[in-house]
């Protein structure tokens, strides 16, 4: 239930007009009274003999009775209570005891209290009421409405509990606005899914992504096909922005535009330049990671650095100080968006979900320092600038691997709100961990594939010696691990990484090590992705030739022993407070 005190205004006969008319877009079907102050209001809806200019006159009689001099220069209240599309069809006696709830919360009306305003309840649809108030009190004082939008929130959490609707979290005023009934009514009339508002919110957070400057950004609106108005200074500098789409008009055949703090508080041209403090230059992701089998600037190249990045943010937003947190809590949804934007088809719908789920988990009254963020932000950048993967091949097991180590970080991030008590940040971020759980299923699927059946394909002796060596290394995992059908796939990439020089059961002990695995499907996938990326083995393993013994394999890639993964990673301070 979500109830919404609208701007006050000074005529009342105005808004009764609006509430007992079609509607903008017809929309308003059999306007009625549910409720008003004294039970007896006439109903223009339904009574012939009952007209607007009655109902308005005695709404404002109290007003009219003091002196001129008194009177609010704003004097009419107008409260919208809405249930969502899931919620069962209320009657009109229930929306009229949410009405009388209401006003009393809100202080228009308390029986409890004496003399109160008069109001009025209409419903002209099944999921919502108006309720119109005057704000003089019978006895000609004016009601204290301080705090009224938190008292009709607290009460519509309580209604929401009695009559067994969908239970809302409480929220603190962080999240992007939501779209008003004409524009959902201009989207259905133009036959699209989503509102302008909406569209043009993705569309930004995905063009702000890893972006440097200015220029970049616009640029990226541009190649977007958005219609960009800027706001200049005399000096010539930008001191804000709005967007529109092309075919989204006024009545006047005029594209309409959306400032940037209109579509999310963090989408302001300020605060996006928040997220360029302190970047450094570019660093070419396979430099960075040391990309086995892909080119520089290739999509797998920038999936695989994603997944590192990722990896060591797990660690900050676990362990760091909340406000270099919260900025890798951000930066992640940058992630998301630059994934969704590259992504091949089998997987680009759920990550479009996540990163839409995700939006409003990044953001709370925790104010993030922006600069620890940029391992994450350059990833996005990485992602962005590498293109669209093709779905297969290490572009695809890369996929999986970046999808595997981003569900592992959103439910973090999940944790970290819970723990701070921000209800509707860890609500979001769990939808979003669902949606990665489909995509990383639908990733994961052939290049996991080809690993089981290489581990099946394993000689006696050699799978003998990798549960030996699972056993050893991680004894309170290991029945578990032998019992998944992934398995199979863990071994096949002990058996590589032995081969590629690393100590086996020093790499699973490391990626297995202080990081959260309770939210796992499988474990032994989970340790699969976690040990090629950081042994720096192939995503892909459809093209190599079969594991045999560890001097052989190697022999075969022509590879050199590595250093193990431990002597390689860098601690949680580094990781928060020297990012890459």
């Not at 083995?537 to 079969?546: T, V």
Request: glycine share 8%.
């Amino acid at each position: 239930m979500i109830p919404r005190i609208q701007k006050r205004g000074q005529r009342t006969i105005g808004l009764l007009y609006y509430l007992y008319g079609p509607g903008k877009f017809e929309e308003h079907t059999d306007p009625h009274l549910v409720a008003s102050w004294d039970h007896n209001a006439p109903d223009p809806g339904r009574d012939a003999t009952a007209t607007l200019k009655q109902l308005q006159q005695l709404l404002d009689q109290p007003v009219e009775n003091i002196d001129p001099s008194q009177r609010p220069k704003k004097h009419v209240w107008h409260l919208s209570v809405r249930n969502g599309g899931e919620d069962r069809i209320l009657s009109d006696e229930e929306w009229g005891d949410v009405a009388r709830r209401m006003v009393s919360a809100a202080g228009i009306d308390d029986p409890e209290a004496g003399a109160g305003c008069r109001w009025a309840a209409v419903r002209h649809a099944d999921d919502h009421i108006h309720i119109v108030a005057t704000l003089v009190r019978e006895d000609g004082y004016k009601p204290d409405l301080d705090n009224d939008a938190i008292r009709v929130q607290a009460q519509a959490r309580v209604l929401e509990a009695e009559l067994g609707l969908r239970r809302l979290s409480k929220g603190d005023g962080t999240a992007a606005q939501r779209p008003t009934s004409a524009e959902r009514h201009k989207a259905e009339r133009q036959g699209r899914e989503r509102t302008a508002r909406e569209e043009l919110r993705e569309t930004v957070r995905r063009a702000v992504a890893g972006t440097r400057s200015d220029k970049e950004f616009f640029d990226r609106l541009a190649a977007a096909g958005l219609l960009i108005r800027k706001r200049t200074a005399p000096s010539g500098d930008v001191l804000g922005y709005k967007v529109a789409l092309p075919g989204d008009l006024n009545k006047d055949g005029e594209p309409v535009f959306y400032p940037g703090a209109r579509l999310a508080p963090d989408l302001s041209l300020p605060r996006i330049r928040e997220r360029w403090s302190g970047e450094a230059q570019d660093v070419p992701a396979a430099r960075r990671e040391g990309a086995i089998g892909t080119g520089p600037g290739s999509p797998a190249s920038a999936r695989r650095g994603t997944a590192s990045a990722v990896w060591q943010a797990v660690l900050v937003v676990e362990h760091g100080e909340d406000a270099v947190a919260a900025a890798h809590i951000a930066a992640a949804g940058e992630v998301l968006d630059a994934l969704a934007k590259t992504s091949a088809a089998y997987t680009r719908r759920e990550l479009r979900d996540a990163a839409t789920a995700f939006e409003r988990a990044s953001r709370s009254h925790v104010r993030a320092v922006r600069g620890h963020d940029r391992a994450l932000r350059q990833a996005a950048r990485d992602l962005v600038r590498g293109g669209p993967a093709l779905g297969r091949g290490e572009d695809g097991a890369t996929t999986a691997m970046a999808i595997d180590m981003l569900f592992f970080l959103i439910t973090a991030a999940a944790h970290w709100h819970a723990r701070r008590g921000h209800a509707q940040q860890a609500e979001a971020a769990t939808r979003a961990a669902e949606h990665l759980r489909t995509a990383y299923q639908a990733a994961a699927a052939q290049p996991l594939g080809v690993l089981h059946q290489r581990g099946r394909r394993l000689g006696r002796p050699i799978l003998q010696r990798q549960t030996a060596l699972l056993r050893e290394a991680l004894p309170e995992l290991a029945e578990q691990i032998l019992a998944e059908p992934g398995w199979y796939a863990l071994a096949a990439t002990l058996a590589e990484a032995e081969a590629a020089g690393h100590d086996p059961a020093a790499l699973l002990s490391d990626v297995a090590g202080g990081r959260e695995l309770g939210t796992a499907d499988s474990v032994s996938d989970v340790l699969v992705w976690r040990m090629r990326r950081s042994a720096e083995l192939p995503a892909d393993a459809s093209h190599l030739p079969e594991t045999g013994n560890a001097r052989s394999r190697s022999a075969a890639r022509g590879t050199t022993t590595r250093p193990s993964a431990p002597s390689r990673r860098r601690s949680v301070e580094e990781a928060s407070r020297k990012p890459r």
